[in-house]
Protein backbone atom coordinates (compact mmCIF):
# COMPACT_ATOMS: atom_id res chain seq x y z
CA UNK A 1 0.00 0.00 0.00
CA UNK A 2 1.34 3.68 -0.64
CA UNK A 3 0.18 6.19 1.17
CA UNK A 4 1.41 8.75 4.02
CA UNK A 5 2.62 8.06 7.24
CA UNK A 6 1.65 8.30 10.80
CA UNK A 7 3.00 7.27 14.42
CA UNK A 8 0.69 5.50 17.56
CA UNK A 9 1.13 4.70 21.03
CA UNK A 10 -1.53 2.23 22.53
CA UNK A 11 -0.63 3.84 26.28
CA UNK A 12 -0.11 2.17 29.22
CA UNK A 13 -3.28 1.95 30.63
CA UNK A 14 -4.37 0.27 27.84
CA UNK A 15 -1.78 -2.34 27.71
CA UNK A 16 -2.18 -3.18 31.28
CA UNK A 17 -5.86 -3.41 30.56
CA UNK A 18 -5.80 -5.70 27.69
CA UNK A 19 -6.86 -3.57 25.64
CA UNK A 20 -4.10 -3.57 22.84
CA UNK A 21 -5.67 -6.52 21.32
CA UNK A 22 -9.12 -4.55 20.35
CA UNK A 23 -7.54 -1.40 19.51
CA UNK A 24 -4.75 -2.90 17.09
CA UNK A 25 -8.22 -4.65 15.33
CA UNK A 26 -9.90 -1.62 14.88
CA UNK A 27 -6.68 -0.26 13.52
CA UNK A 28 -6.38 -3.00 10.72
CA UNK A 29 -9.78 -3.18 10.42
CA UNK A 30 -9.84 0.70 9.32
CA UNK A 31 -7.27 -0.54 6.25
CA UNK A 32 -3.85 1.11 8.67
CA UNK A 33 -0.86 -1.09 7.34
CA UNK A 34 1.04 -1.49 10.04
CA UNK A 35 4.82 -0.89 9.09
CA UNK A 36 6.67 -0.69 11.71
CA UNK A 37 5.68 -1.93 15.82
CA UNK A 38 7.36 -2.84 18.46
CA UNK A 39 6.77 -2.77 22.70
CA UNK A 40 9.16 -0.36 24.61
CA UNK A 41 8.75 0.65 28.67
CA UNK A 42 9.94 4.49 28.01
CA UNK A 43 12.24 5.85 30.65
CA UNK A 44 11.14 9.29 32.41
CA UNK A 45 14.07 10.70 30.18
CA UNK A 46 12.96 9.25 26.97
CA UNK A 47 9.19 10.30 27.83
CA UNK A 48 10.59 13.80 28.48
CA UNK A 49 12.32 14.13 25.12
CA UNK A 50 9.15 12.50 23.34
CA UNK A 51 6.81 14.87 25.07
CA UNK A 52 9.32 17.94 24.84
CA UNK A 53 7.06 20.31 22.87
CA UNK A 54 5.08 20.33 25.75
CA UNK A 55 7.42 20.88 28.69
CA UNK A 56 6.45 23.80 31.07
CA UNK A 57 2.90 22.91 30.33
CA UNK A 58 0.82 22.03 33.59
CA UNK A 59 -0.17 18.49 32.66
CA UNK A 60 4.02 17.53 31.41
CA UNK A 61 5.10 15.82 34.38
CA UNK A 62 2.02 13.66 34.99
CA UNK A 63 2.07 12.86 31.07
CA UNK A 64 5.92 11.61 31.54
CA UNK A 65 5.33 9.85 34.47
CA UNK A 66 2.19 8.15 33.28
CA UNK A 67 3.58 7.51 29.74
CA UNK A 68 6.78 5.67 31.64
CA UNK A 69 4.85 4.21 34.18
CA UNK A 70 4.03 0.62 31.60
CA UNK A 71 4.92 -1.23 28.50
CA UNK A 72 3.51 0.68 25.70
CA UNK A 73 2.80 -0.46 21.90
CA UNK A 74 5.01 2.41 19.20
CA UNK A 75 4.32 1.88 15.45
CA UNK A 76 3.79 3.38 12.67
CA UNK A 77 1.37 2.98 10.22
CA UNK A 78 0.66 3.62 6.91
CA UNK A 79 -2.42 4.72 4.99
CA UNK A 80 -4.29 7.49 3.06
CA UNK A 81 -4.34 10.85 4.24
CA UNK A 82 -2.71 8.96 7.41
CA UNK A 83 -2.64 11.73 10.24
CA UNK A 84 -6.13 12.89 9.20
CA UNK A 85 -7.93 9.73 8.97
CA UNK A 86 -6.65 7.62 11.83
CA UNK A 87 -7.24 10.77 14.17
CA UNK A 88 -10.82 10.37 12.89
CA UNK A 89 -10.46 6.72 13.99
CA UNK A 90 -9.40 7.42 17.58
CA UNK A 91 -11.80 10.49 18.48
CA UNK A 92 -11.02 13.89 20.43
CA UNK A 93 -8.82 13.20 22.95
CA UNK A 94 -11.36 14.36 26.01
CA UNK A 95 -12.99 10.77 25.37
CA UNK A 96 -16.11 12.08 26.48
CA UNK A 97 -16.01 14.83 23.10
CA UNK A 98 -15.22 11.82 21.34
CA UNK A 99 -17.67 10.43 18.47
CA UNK A 100 -18.72 7.00 19.30
CA UNK A 101 -17.43 4.23 18.04
CA UNK A 102 -13.83 5.78 18.17
CA UNK A 103 -11.00 3.93 19.69
CA UNK A 104 -11.01 6.90 22.37
CA UNK A 105 -14.53 6.79 23.28
CA UNK A 106 -14.49 2.85 23.01
CA UNK A 107 -11.61 2.61 25.67
CA UNK A 108 -9.91 5.80 27.49
CA UNK A 109 -10.05 6.87 30.93
CA UNK A 110 -9.33 10.15 31.13
CA UNK A 111 -7.97 12.67 28.77
CA UNK A 112 -4.72 11.89 29.92
CA UNK A 113 -5.49 7.98 30.01
CA UNK A 114 -6.97 8.52 26.45
CA UNK A 115 -5.86 4.90 25.74
CA UNK A 116 -3.44 6.10 22.01
CA UNK A 117 -1.31 8.47 20.86
CA UNK A 118 -1.56 9.52 17.22
CA UNK A 119 0.61 12.22 15.11
CA UNK A 120 -1.31 15.52 14.80
CA UNK A 121 1.07 16.45 11.45
CA UNK A 122 2.63 15.02 8.98
CA UNK A 123 6.00 16.45 10.78
CA UNK A 124 5.48 14.92 13.81
CA UNK A 125 4.41 11.89 12.44
CA UNK A 126 7.82 12.01 11.09
CA UNK A 127 9.67 13.26 13.86
CA UNK A 128 7.40 10.57 16.07
CA UNK A 129 8.65 8.16 13.89
CA UNK A 130 12.20 9.09 13.65
CA UNK A 131 12.16 8.78 17.39
CA UNK A 132 11.55 5.25 17.98
CA UNK A 133 12.40 3.20 14.77
CA UNK A 134 15.50 3.32 12.76
CA UNK A 135 15.02 2.92 8.87
CA UNK A 136 15.86 -1.03 8.65
CA UNK A 137 13.05 -1.76 11.44
CA UNK A 138 10.58 -0.03 8.87
CA UNK A 139 8.74 -2.86 6.48
Not at 62 to 90: C, D, Q, T
Request: proline fraction near 4%; hydrophobic fraction near 45%; aromatic fraction near 10%.
Amino acid sequence: MNGAITFSIIKPNAVRTGKAGPILAMINEAGFEVIAMKMVRMTLEQAESFYEVHKGKSFFDSLVEFMSSGPVFVMILRHENAVEEFRKLIGATDPAKAEPGTIRKLFAISVQMNAVHGSDSDENAQRESDFFFTTSERY
